[in-house]
C-alpha cells in the first residue's frame, strides 16, 4: 500500500490516518490500484478549473462505470468524505474543485459514445467524451448537436450538462437541457437511477432529468445520457458588419426576427472589445466602430443564401457599415477570426479577468453596456463586454492585475454592482457559467429566500449527509 499521507476531510473535520489506509484500501479494490491519485504531482492537475484557484484533492479516483461510482459514494456515506465530480475541468466557476476536501471522481476513462440512432435521432453516451468528440462523431452520420460551448474542444458532455451549458449557437437552438432526453444517475447516497428515456415527449412522472440538468454535480453523477439530435444542417453564412453604437447595433436583433430570419448565431462586441482586437491583431477596425455584429444563419443552401441577404440589408438599414457577407466556408471562418481573437486579445489588460456572464432580455442589452462602462469608470476597472446578443447574455470582463489587493477588491464592487443592474434589468447573475463556489456569495441577489429554501429541501432530501460537492451554491 502506498505510504504516502492523506487526510480526507468533511467540513474541516479530519478523518483518522487509519480510516484513511482504510478508505483508499477500499477505493482502490472498487477501481483497480492504478486508478487511485494520490501522489501530489498527479493530483495536481485536478486542483483546478478556469477559475485557476488551487484547491488539491486528497485523492482522485477514476472509476470505468456507474457501479464503480455507487460503491465510491456509499463508502463516502459510510466514511463521509466529500466527493466531488469533475469533467473536463473548464468551468467557470469553480464546481469541479473540492473546496471542502475530500476526492475528485475524474470520469476520464467514461469517454465511449456508445450508440447513434439516425433514424430515431438520438446519441447514447457516457459522460467523458468532449462535445468536440460528440459533435464529429455525429456529423459523420449527418447529424447535429447544436450545443456549442466555445470550450467545447475540452469541456466533457457531464460537465456541459451538469452547467446546462450553452454557447453562440443557443439563439436558434437552445442550450443542453434541450436535447437531454434521459439520463442514467448515481445519487449521493449511491443508487443507481434512469430518468427521462429515449423520446422527446414523455411525461411520466416529475422532470428528473430537468432537474439533474443545470445541478452543478450536487444531485447526482451522470454516468450516461440520452442526447437528442437534429439533421445536420447543409450550409452556413455570417454577415459581420460594425456600427457607430451598441444600440444601433441590439436594435437589430428583433429585426431579424420580423424579416423571418432566425439567425443561429448573433454575436455583439462592444467598443472595448473592438479596440482591444484592434491594438493586438490590426484588423482595420476604424475609431468609429462603436460595436461589431456578427450574424450567422444555417439551413438549406438556398435558404442560407437569401437569409444571409436578408440579414445584409436588416444591417445596412440599421446603421452597419463595412458590411461583409461570406460566399463560402474559407471566407466565412475569416469572419469570425475577430470573436476568436478576443481572448488572447484582452490578456494584456490584466493577469486576472472577471469573467462574467450575465443575461438580460435581449431588447436590454443597450442598457447593460451602458451602465456596466459606467460601473467600470466608477471603480476605476478596463472591462471589455461581448457576447450572444440573441440571446442577452453577455459576458463582462473586468480586467485587473491578481496581485493588486487594492484593484481585486475594485473589481469585485464593479461585479457586484454589474449583477445588480443585471436583474434590475429583468435579467439575472449568470446565463451558462452557473454558480459553483465562485458567485454563491450573490445568490440571493438573482433568488428568493423561499426558492433558495426549496433548493435546500431537493440536496437535503437527496444528500442527507451533504457527501456530493459541498461548498458550492449555498454560503
Ligand atoms: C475558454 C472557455 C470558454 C467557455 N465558453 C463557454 C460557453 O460558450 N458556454 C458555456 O456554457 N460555458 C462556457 N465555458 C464554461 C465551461 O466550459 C462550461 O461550464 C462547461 O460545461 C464545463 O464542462 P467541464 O466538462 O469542463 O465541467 P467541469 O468544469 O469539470 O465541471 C463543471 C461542473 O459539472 C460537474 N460535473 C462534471 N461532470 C459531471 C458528471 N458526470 N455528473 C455530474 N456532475 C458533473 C462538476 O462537479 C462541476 O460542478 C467556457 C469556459 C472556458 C474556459
Known amino acids: 500500500m502506498n505510504s504516502?499521507?492523506?487526510?480526507?476531510?468533511?467540513?474541516?473535520?479530519?478523518?483518522?490516518?487509519?480510516?484513511?489506509?482504510?478508505?483508499?484500501?477500499?477505493?482502490?479494490?472498487?477501481?483497480?490500484d492504478e486508478h487511485v491519485l494520490i501522489d501530489p504531482e498527479k493530483v495536481e492537475p485536478y486542483a483546478q478549473d478556469a477559475v485557476k484557484e488551487k484547491f488539491p484533492p486528497e485523492a482522485v479516483v477514476l472509476p470505468r462505470d456507474a457501479d464503480e461510482i455507487a460503491a465510491i459514494l456509499r463508502l463516502a456515506n459510510e466514511r463521509r468524505f466529500p466527493v466531488t465530480a469533475r469533467g473536463g475541468g473548464v468551468g467557470y466557476t469553480g464546481g469541479a474543485v473540492p473546496v471542502d476536501g475530500g476526492i475528485v471522481i475524474g470520469t476520464d476513462r467514461m469517454n465511449r459514445i456508445k450508440e447513434i440512432h439516425a433514424d430515431d435521432l438520438y446519441v447514447i453516451t457516457e459522460p467523458g467524451v468532449t462535445t468536440y468528440a460528440l459533435q464529429q462523431a455525429v456529423e459523420a452520420h449527418n447529424l447535429f448537436y447544436p450545443p456549442d460551448p466555445s470550450s467545447y474542444k475540452n469541456s466533457f458532455i457531464g460537465g456541459n450538462i451538469a452547467e446546462n451549458a450553452g454557447g453562440i449557437r443557443s439563439a436558434k437552438y437552445g442550450v443542453t437541457k434541450h436535447y437531454v432526453l434521459g439520463l442514467e444517475v448515481v445519487t449521493p447516497t449511491g443508487e443507481i437511477a434512469r430518468v427521462g428515456g429515449l423520446t422527446s415527449k414523455n411525461v411520466v412522472g416529475f422532470d428528473l432529468t430537468g432537474l439533474i440538468c443545470g445541478s452543478e454535480g450536487m444531485l447526482g453523477i451522470i454516468t450516461e445520457a440520452t442526447l437528442r439530435l437534429l439533421p445536420l444542417p447543409e450550409a452556413t453564412a455570417t454577415v459581420r458588419a460594425t456600427f457607430r453604437?451598441?444600440?444601433?447595433?441590439?436594435?437589430?436583433?428583433?429585426?431579424?426576427?420580423?424579416?423571418?430570419?432566425t439567425p443561429v448565431a448573433i454575436e455583439v462586441l462592444d467598443r472595448n472589445a473592438i479596440r482591444a482586437v484592434e491594438s493586438e491583431f490590426a484588423f482595420g477596425f476604424g475609431e468609429d466602430a462603436g460595436a461589431l455584429l456578427l450574424v450567422a444563419v444555417d439551413g438549406h443552401a438556398d435558404e442560407v443564401e437569401r437569409a444571409s441577404r436578408v440579414v445584409e440589408e436588416v444591417v445596412k438599414d440599421g446603421g452597419g457599415f463595412d458590411v461583409l457577407r461570406s460566399g463560402n466556408r474559407e471566407e466565412e471562418e475569416k469572419l469570425w477570426d475577430v470573436r476568436r481573437a478576443l481572448s488572447p486579445a484582452i490578456k494584456k489588460f490584466g493577469t486576472m479577468k472577471f469573467n462574467e456572464d450575465v443575461v438580460v432580455p435581449r431588447s436590454r442589452v443597450p442598457e447593460l453596456i451602458e451602465q456596466v462602462v459606467e460601473i467600470g469608470k466608477r471603480h476605476e476597472t478596463f472591462v471589455v463586454n461581448f457576447g450572444h446578443a440573441g440571446d442577452g447574455n453577455i459576458h463582462v470582463n473586468f480586467m485587473c492585475d491578481r496581485d493588486d489587493p487594492d484593484a481585486m477588491r475594485r473589481a469585485r464592487a464593479a461585479v457586484r454592482d454589474t449583477f445588480a443592474v443585471s436583474v434590475n434589468l429583468g435579467g439575472t447573475i449568470s446565463g451558462e457559467h452557473g454558480i459553483g463556489y465562485v458567485k454563491a456569495p450573490y445568490l440571493d441577489m438573482a433568488l428568493g429566500a423561499s426558492t433558495i429554501d426549496m433548493m435546500r429541501r431537493i440536496k437535503q432530501a437527496l444528500d442527507p449527509n451533504g457527501i456530493l460537492n459541498p461548498g458550492k451554491m449555498f454560503v
Open 4 to 32: 504516502y499521507h492523506v487526510t480526507l476531510t468533511r467540513q474541516g473535520r479530519a478523518v483518522t490516518s487509519a480510516s484513511d489506509e482504510i478508505v483508499l484500501a477500499r477505493l482502490r479494490e472498487i477501481v483497480g
Open 245 to 261: 453604437t451598441m444600440t444601433e447595433a441590439c436594435a437589430c436583433v428583433p429585426r431579424f426576427n420580423r424579416a423571418r430570419v
